[in-house]
């Protein structure tokens, strides 16, 4: 199970809700995100919830709850808590945050998700994916060098590429999203909450893959 969500990012005012930033925009989105505790630590931000205390705050906002409006089931196999972090060292060293807190928690790269921005899927879409590739990442370029294996779970945010050849990758992951864009994204976000709730509540995040492998959001 995931006992570890990092959300990729960089800090500082110029980049708050920057393509490059999709990861904690969707953060700051979720409807029980005043309720997490943030400290400083590990070169970041990080906050902790009990299983239980999330499937009660997912229940509480009604993102993800049973029919009959009570709390999702606690896997007996769940952790004793789930990590969020957001490392604060820009997104090209963001993997001597997630190695930090992997270590003092003694988490395993197969237990860690990485929420990031994925230029290879349109705006709208959302991908559950296990290992592979990193597209260029530079925040899963580290993140795989310090665990030394690219096998960890990745959320991953499409943003998609530049519609016009005068503007460079670099200049477009850096750039703020329209207003009609950031209409898009809270739609997407509304959607994506649930399946964030579901991933650290299920056992076998491997079952999920199947409907959210590529799943176009605003579609639905």
Request: net charge neutral.
């Amino acid at each position: 199970m995931i006992k570890l969500a990092v959300f990729l990012g960089n800090y500082g005012k110029e980049y708050e809700k920057t393509r490059h930033n999709i990861a904690w925009y969707f953060e700051d989105s979720l409807p029980f995100a005043d309720k997490l505790k943030w400290q400083s630590k590990f070169k970041g931000e990080i906050a902790s919830v009990t299983p239980s205390e999330l499937a009660d705050f997912a229940c509480e906002t009604k993102i993800c709850s049973k029919k009959d409006g009570t709390p999702v089931a606690v896997p007996q196999e769940a952790p004793d808590r789930i990590f969020f972090l957001k490392p604060m060292t820009y997104m090209n060293l963001s993997g001597e945050s997630v190695i930090e807190a992997a270590n003092f928690y003694k988490i395993k790269p197969e237990d860690i998700m990485i929420v990031h921005d994925e230029l290879e899927l349109a705006l709208g879409f959302v991908s559950l994916k296990w290992s592979g590739g990193l597209g260029g990442h530079n925040g899963l370029r580290s993140t795989k060098l310090v665990l030394n294996t690219p096998d960890f779970w990745r959320l991953r945010f499409g943003i998609g590429r530049p519609d016009n050849d005068k503007i460079g990758v670099a200049d477009w992951v850096l750039s703020r999203f329209t207003a009609e864009q950031q209409e898009i994204m809270q739609s997407v976000f509304s959607q994506a909450n649930v399946l964030f709730v579901k991933v650290l509540l299920s056992k076998k995040t491997q079952d999920l893959v199947q409907n959210w492998g590529k799943k176009n959001l605003i579609s639905q």
